[in-house]
């Protein structure tokens, strides 16, 4: 019976623990804060950890991506772009606004209160992109239209993007990402993605949709799980 009592005696310790360590996150306030951890190879210190607010002034961080190895994001009601900055050596975050304006909505679409924003970059690494998806309401999760702006960095705005180049793009409810089509089967200026258990395909050029293919063994529940994975050779 000895093993028992010690067991019993560890676990009262371990509950006794995990109920204090709740406490302390509590009261600690930056437990539910956004926070950058940041740490390179061969660091002797422990991760540089500052919260988002601290750095943009807000404690909401909107879509990012990583593009030429700094970091963008879309900050505020009005999405405009940031670039954080990392110095190497002490791991400290500053922000840089790159534009003034927010990315221009189509006024065509503006009775539609369904959307949804991605910030990306081009599969080359040469295009920072902004794809804006409207929904047509009645079902919130099928898009309607497809914007897509790429960023100037000479003038600092959006502009449209007349050619995405040889790239596609493949949606998902929380994500984006964006695929090379040379050597593949895919065709360039093409969005993908999946609703209701089938695959569709917007022609950004001629704007317009079509169903490409089923996809029975995509659950309706979780559908919104789905996450698009490029597997590089």
């Known amino acids: 019976m000895i093993p028992n ?13 995990d109920e204090d360590d709740e406490d302390e996150d509590e009261n600690d306030e930056d437990v539910n804060r956004l926070t ?7 660091y002797n210190t422990d991760f540089h950890k500052q919260d988002v607010q601290s750095i943009i002034r ?7 991506t990583v593009f030429k ?11 405009i772009l940031i670039c954080l900055d990392v110095d190497n050596d002490s791991g400290r ?25 991605f910030i990306i970059q081009s599969s080359c690494n040469d295009m920072l992109l902004y794809v804006h998806l409207i929904s047509n309401g009645r079902n919130y999760r099928m898009p309607y ?3 897509v702006l790429q960023f100037d960095f000479v003038r600092k705005r959006w502009i449209k993007a007349e050619s995405m180049g040889e790239i596609a793009i493949f ?4 994500a984006a990402i964006t695929c090379s089509t040379k050597g ?39 559908g919104r799980d789905i996450h698009w994975l490029t597997l590089n050779q």
């Not at 949606?171 to 929380?174: D, E, F, K, P, T």
């Not at 593949?184 to 993605?193: A, C, D, G, S, V």
Request: aromatic share 12%; with cysteine; proline share 6%.
């Open 5 to 17: 009592v010690y067991e019993n005696e560890n676990s009262d310790e371990d509950s006794n623990e």
């Open 36 to 42: 950058f951890y940041f740490c390179k190879p061969g």
């Open 58 to 64: 807000d404690p909401r961080l909107g879509r990012w």
């Open 69 to 79: 190895k700094k970091i963008y994001a879309l900050i505020g009601m009005q999405h």
């Open 93 to 117: 975050i500053t922000a840089t606004p790159m534009a003034n304006e927010s990315p221009e909505k189509s006024r065509r679409f503006s009775d539609h209160p369904c959307y949804t924003d």
């Open 145 to 147: 239209h497809f914007r």
């Open 171 to 174: 949606i998902s409810l929380n």
């Open 184 to 222: 593949t089967n895919l065709n360039k200026e093409l969005i993908y993605f999946t609703d209701d258990r089938y695959l569709y395909i917007y022609d950004l050029i001629t704007q317009s949709m079509s169903l490409s293919l089923p996809c029975p063994h995509v659950s309706k529940r979780k």
